[in-house]
């Protein structure tokens, strides 16, 4: 998605049979990119594709509809590579190692949407399906520790606290990203933030 092949002499508006749905997609990414969700128009996505509006409404009701497009995309990207975390982490020796596994793929794989990253943190709550969307994954990630957790001979740990480590998280990768300097260094030091903020899981599986 972040990475869009050019087409040379496209008239404005006139992308070519089934391209005009992801070439509309592939501006409105870098409009949202560019502008935020909120200052970004319809229009803008316009510029940015070099479409028509009829071609638009053709495929989206409006600006909030294509955005949630790319957010259920992006979290469903994420959801895939999360998956493959978990059986990476299932390879591990130690709770310690699995969580340290799990929490550097997690960042790497949102710092994988590039530009569009922090618009996509910032209005995840914006409308309810949005929410939906994200509780989702939320709910996957949990169920996943839990069974690290289970599978380590330790009783689940308590969901308000997996819950709010998992909000921190998301809170660091956010503000990481916003700072100035190389997409590496922002990941590194993400990743380096995050694994402390998984301390207290494995102090409750210590002391429970």
């Not at 990119?33 to 479409?51: M, N, P, R, W, Y």
């Not at 409006?62 to 493959?84: C, P, Q, W």
Request: net charge positive; hydrophobic share 40%; glycine share 8%.
């Amino acid at each position: 998605m972040s990475t869009v092949q050019k087409t040379t002499k496209r008239k404005p508006g006139r992308p070519s049979g089934s391209k005009a749905e992801g070439v509309i997609l592939a501006g409105a990414w870098q409009a949202f990119a560019k502008q935020g969700f909120h200052d970004c128009t319809v229009a803008s996505i316009l510029e940015f594709s070099g479409s028509s509006r009829t071609n638009f409404y053709r495929f989206f009701k409006n600006k909030e509809a294509i955005f949630e497009r790319i957010l259920g995309f992006s979290i469903g990207l994420l959801e895939k590579e999360m998956d493959r975390a978990f059986t990476d982490a299932k390879q591990l020796s130690t709770l310690e190692e699995q969580l340290g596994c799990i929490s550097g793929k997690y960042v790497n794989s949102c710092f994988a949407a590039g530009d569009i990253l922090p618009v996509l943190f910032q209005e995840q709550h914006t409308l309810p399906k949005h929410k939906v969307l994200r509780e989702k994954l939320f709910k996957k990630l949990h169920k996943g520790i839990e069974k690290l957790f289970v599978a380590a001979g330790y009783p689940e740990p308590e969901p308000l606290l997996v819950q709010g480590i998992m909000s921190g998280v998301d809170r660091v990768v956010l503000m990481a990203s916003l700072k100035r300097g190389s997409v590496e260094a922002k990941k590194e030091k993400a990743i380096e933030v995050v694994h402390q903020l998984y301390k207290p899981l494995l102090y409750y599986a210590q002391v429970n």
